[in-house]
């Protein structure tokens, strides 16, 4: 897959804003690129499941709603700043 080009840009900020979506907490143009973007993203459409599945995991445990520990969703973040392959 090719890192040039408009799909590595849309997949690098995909990437970015994995966590925000799954919070909920984009706009819904911002979710819907996502969307978009997720369809034709097996990477991304995978860091969306995995990212449902862990907040729905915590909620679960906890009882109550989907909060995570402080630290987790800033971890992902970081982990999505770097490159989805190495070189
Ligand atoms: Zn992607």
Known sequence: ???L???ARDHRWAQRHLSH???GDLPD???RRLDRHAAECPDCA????AMLALV???AALRGRPATLPAGVLERFR???DRP???P
Do not use: Q
């Not at 995978?46 to 499941?49: E, F, I, L, P, Y």
């Open 1 to 3: 897959m090719s890192l």
């Open 5 to 7: 080009g408009p799909f």
């Open 21 to 23: 979506y799954v919070e």
């Open 29 to 31: 143009t911002r979710r």
């Open 46 to 49: 995978r860091g969306v499941r």
């Open 56 to 58: 729905r995991g915590f």
């Open 78 to 80: 970081a982990e999505a």
């Open 84 to 86: 989805p392959h190495p």
